[in-house]
């Protein structure tokens, strides 16, 4: 819980005396009780026990009774081993949201991060082919975490290490050289210009189907691609076409999703520092030869060999992340790096990140596979041009098309359809994908993922366009200095609690790298507020009381709103 709180100030203050702990070891351990019938903040005594040489329910007695009178905490109740306390609920509510208040969009912030540097390497997909549906969650999981951290106050870099290198692409120049003219046209033809990503995409299909029928085509392609990581200047000038034109692609979908990148430094951008690092693993005796390849044994360590070199002496994707690492290390100076990679790579950064330890790195314990499941589709195969992959910008499409429906029939007479629609059915794809924890498979479904009553972004949104009308009706500004003894209801009392709550949630979002404990605190706080504006008028005949609900309103509007962006969802205002 956050040290400015000042109840738990006042219980920390008063039960130093009795514990001997200071009260900075004392903050940490007291929290919200599960059930707020138990009281406002609990106190667990387990840790106490040894200290006190007591058992923990005895400890949370004896401490109960000592407990004098004080000016924020009305009473404290031992129940079993926690140390129960009941706080004036007024001063609760003011505290909280005159915070809200006063905070506006930076309430859930923090400055814990201040002088950290967090490298988040996601998205990474390969040049040359379409972004497909698989590389969603990637994307999502990654700029959440990275606007999370952010809002931690660490210094975010976000970094799309492309993959821009390897054989494929000497396959790919080999299948431009030959069948350039058919398939796709040379530079610059029709194809290339009306759709590049596809042409190329059809280029390496066809190479891999005549491939079958003469596999000469092999020993070309990686003869291009040594050609290529040597500087031949032809080599070079066709895979930097290929680049560009996937990054154009790239960032017009990266932009309907909201995510920026600091750097698109790929696999391409490693290729001189590999050899320096290959040289520096043999010297340290790390690096063998066998069965023609550059390998790090691993097999005390319970896993296969670390590829380095092929035998043609291609490298390989964990020599370049190995060189990826080093430099990030130097450049960046990072307190901590995430991978936002597959859980089919498990084994891949398992070996990386033992690679680095045997090399000496103190860092590498700071280096972390943030890994996740597949994500599937319910109704089946979308139609798509790409055969059996699923186009991201289809699903973006097919989302945006199906909230278009949505509205004509509910609401055809809302002003900025086509914008609604955008925020709201790709806010929903986001929420779909967050709200699952992430190693487990998504399962898409369209008819829960765009329904604005069940648990689902739509539903957010929805919750914060309603608050949006509420506070427009009432039409004028919303004030702090309000009587807020007169929330007395028991949903005013739990929304309070909830919007206390919600740093609390940011910060464990982070630390598990977890944006599912984001979404289920939203979708808490949106069925609180809920259940209260079906059963409660908010702007009333009474209006002092109308006053303080408003601004228990507000605050509630704001923190959806800080949410919602932290998950990198935007919040329309009508809907």
């Known amino acids: 819980m956050p040290k400015e709180n000042p109840f738990l100030k006042e219980i920390a203050h008063h039960l130093k005396t009795h514990t001997g702990l200071e009260e900075k070891e004392i903050l940490p351990l007291i929290d919200q009780p599960p059930n707020p019938e138990m009281g406002d903040y609990t106190l667990p005594c387990f840790p106490l026990k040894e200290r006190l040489q007591k058992p923990p329910n005895l400890v949370a007695q004896e401490l109960a009774q000592a407990f004098p009178t004080a000016e924020l905490i009305i009473k404290a109740k031992a129940e079993g081993g926690?140390?129960?306390?009941?706080?004036?609920?007024?001063?609760?509510?003011?505290?909280?949201?005159?915070?809200?208040?006063?905070?506006?969009?930076?309430?859930?912030?923090?400055?814990?991060?201040?002088?950290?540097?967090?490298?988040?390497?996601?998205?990474?997909?390969?040049?040359?082919?379409?972004?497909?549906?698989?590389?969603?969650?990637?994307?999502?999981?990654?700029?959440?975490?990275?606007?999370?951290?952010?809002?931690?106050?660490?210094?975010?870099?976000?970094?799309?290490?492309?993959?821009?290198?390897?054989?494929?692409?000497?396959?790919?120049?080999?299948?431009?050289?030959?069948?350039?003219?058919?398939?796709?046209?040379?530079?610059?033809?029709?194809?290339?210009?009306?759709?590049?990503?596809?042409?190329?995409?059809?280029?390496?299909?066809?190479?891999?189907?005549?491939?079958?029928?003469?596999?000469?085509l092999e020993d070309q392609a990686r003869q291009a691609f040594r050609e290529l990581e040597a500087g031949d200047s032809e080599a070079r000038r066709l895979w930097e076409h290929f680049k560009e034109v996937s990054l154009k692609e790239f960032n017009k979908i990266y932009r309907a999703l909201g995510i920026k990148f600091d750097y698109y430094t790929g696999e391409s951008f490693y290729n001189e520092m590999l050899n320096d690092t290959v040289e520096r693993l043999k010297k340290a005796g790390l690096a063998t030869m066998s069965e023609e390849a550059l390998v790090v044994n691993l097999d005390q360590y319970g896993m296969p060999p670390c590829l380095l070199k092929k035998k043609d002496e291609a490298s390989l994707y964990a020599t370049r992340d190995i060189c990826a690492a080093e430099y990030r290390a130097t450049e960046f100076g990072f307190s901590k790096m995430l991978y936002v990679v597959g859980s089919e790579q498990r084994l891949h950064f398992k070996q990386v990140f033992k690679v680095l330890e045997l090399m000496g790195y103190p860092w590498v314990k700071d280096c972390v596979h943030v890994d996740f499941g597949l994500i599937k589709f319910k109704e089946g195969k979308m139609s798509t041009r790409a055969g059996r992959v699923i186009l991201l910008e289809e699903v973006l499409k097919e989302a945006i098309e199906r909230v278009k429906e949505v509205i004509q029939e509910k609401n055809p007479n809302l002003p900025n359809k086509e914008e609604m629609a955008r925020q709201v059915g790709i806010g929903a794809v986001i929420f779909a994908d967050l709200s699952s924890r992430r190693t487990r498979d998504v399962l898409f479904d369209w008819k829960e993922v765009l329904n604005f009553d069940g648990e689902t972004g739509p539903y957010l949104q929805y919750t914060h366009a309603r608050l949006c009308s509420v506070i427009r009706k009432y039409g004028r500004p919303v004030e702090s200095a309000v009587d807020l003894s007169l929330l007395k209801e028991k949903d005013e009392y739990l929304l309070v609690r909830k919007l206390e709550s919600f740093p609390k949630s940011t910060v464990s979002a982070a630390e598990t790298c977890e944006p599912v404990v984001l979404c289920n605190y939203l979708i808490e706080l949106a069925s609180i507020f809920n259940r209260y504006y079906n059963h409660h008028r908010i702007i009333g005949k009474n209006e002092e009381l109308t006053r303080a609900r408003i601004l228990l309103a507000d605050c509630t509007r704001q923190v959806l709103r800080n949410g919602l962006y932290l998950l990198g969802m935007e919040t329309p205002e009508e809907m």
Do not use: M
């Open 82 to 216: 926690y140390l129960n306390f009941f706080v004036k609920h007024a001063e609760l509510a003011r505290w909280i949201l005159e915070k809200v208040h006063k905070e506006g969009n930076n309430y859930g912030h923090s400055t814990v991060g201040r002088g950290k540097t967090i490298v988040i390497d996601y998205s990474s997909p390969n040049i040359a082919k379409h972004l497909a549906v698989h590389h969603l969650r990637s994307a999502v999981i990654g700029n959440a975490l990275f606007r999370l951290y952010k809002a931690r106050g660490y210094h975010c870099i976000g970094i799309n290490h492309l993959g821009d290198w390897g054989t494929q692409f000497g396959q790919l120049i080999v299948a431009y050289k030959k069948w350039g003219s058919e398939v796709a046209g040379s530079l610059p033809t029709k194809a290339l210009k009306e759709d590049p990503v596809d042409a190329l995409h059809g280029l390496y299909v066809k190479f891999h189907e005549e491939a079958k029928k003469d596999p000469s």
